[in-house]
């Protein structure tokens, strides 16, 4: 059964910056398609940023130029780099798998508050 651990949410003043970190286990991030998402209270889950196993990254419109996602493969984790931070980008930040087999995990979430 893979595990995703988030790390590194908190409480940051517009403006700031936050890296956030996803540590895979029973899952190989390399060859997996893996994404940060959030959902603000009242709001849908939405994607942020993905990267896939060849390393093609997408971003949503609202954080493009903000925030960076990137993967080491030999520590099997995730990031996602934060900078220019809005309080709109308040939100629980979930870290997502989905492997070639088509398993889909997910992470416990870390909360991201950005105080204007």
């Known amino acids: 059964q893979a595990q995703l651990v988030e790390s590194g949410g908190g409480l940051v003043q517009a403006g700031g910056s936050l890296r956030l970190s996803c540590a895979a286990s029973g899952i190989t991030l390399s060859r997996a398609t893996t994404g940060w998402y959030r959902q603000a209270p009242g709001n849908e889950r939405e994607m942020v940023a993905t990267?896939?196993?060849?390393?093609?990254?997408v971003y949503a419109d609202s954080v493009k130029g903000r925030f960076t996602i990137w993967r080491d493969n030999d520590l099997n984790t995730v990031y996602l780099q934060m900078n220019s931070l809005k309080p709109d980008d308040t939100a629980v930040y979930y870290c997502d798998a989905r492997s070639r087999a088509g398993y889909h995990y997910w992470g416990q979430g870390t909360q991201v508050t950005v105080s204007s």
């Open positions: 990267v896939g196993s060849g390393g093609i990254r």
